[in-house]
């Protein structure tokens, strides 16, 4: 089997199972993930053997051997994953605004930062857009918004809102 086709063949399993219960997922993966994996470990050992552990290779292989339990944990829990892909698409954007609020210019713009983002953030995870949310939010605090009020400006209930709206 070609290097990069190893992989491939487990996530074409994993596109067949998404989306089905973690009994399910576990048992596809016990007859059709394993056996895969198993040989993948046992070729990367192979390739160890033959490499210096010293080089960059020899090192990342190491790497990878001595993780091979973390990586077989997708194998026995059908609710994990096979990567992190999920996650690190859900925070790349908290991680670029992390970045980018470096560049505020002092504390308190950095604090100011730090709320637009996790405003917006709020938005997404509710479903608003943050661009509506943001031009009505502001036309409400410009009309005179009462602060005894300010739960019904939150995005979840600005989400609420336009749902019972349509």
């Known amino acids: ?5 190893r992989i491939a063949a487990l996530y074409k399993i ?3 199972i998404r989306g089905a219960d973690p009994d399910g997922r576990r048992a596809v993966r016990q007859d059709l993930s394993r056996p895969l994996v198993d040989a993948f470990f046992a070729w990367l050992s192979a390739q160890a053997a ?3 552990r010293n080089s960059d290779l020899g090192v990342a292989m190491t790497y990878m051997l001595k ?3 973390g990586f077989r944990l997708f194998l ?3 609710r994990v994953d096979i990567d992190s892909n999920l996650v690190e698409n859900a925070i790349r954007s908290l991680a670029m605004n992390r970045r980018n609020a470096l560049f505020a210019g002092h504390d308190e713009g ?3 930062w730090a709320c637009f983002a996790s405003l917006i953030g709020t938005c997404k995870m ?12 502001f ?4 009309i005179g918004h009462l602060a005894k009020d300010i739960d019904a400006l939150m995005p979840w209930a600005y989400a609420k809102q336009t749902i019972a709206s349509q």
């Open 1 to 5: 089997m070609r290097r990069g086709s």
């Open 14 to 16: 994993e596109d067949s």
């Open 50 to 52: 033959r490499v210096s």
């Open 67 to 69: 993780r091979q339990d």
């Open 76 to 78: 026995d829990d059908g």
């Open 110 to 112: 950095g604090r100011s």
């Open 126 to 137: 509710n479903g608003v857009e943050p661009y509506a949310y943001l031009r009505d939010l």
């Open 139 to 142: 036309t409400r605090l410009a």
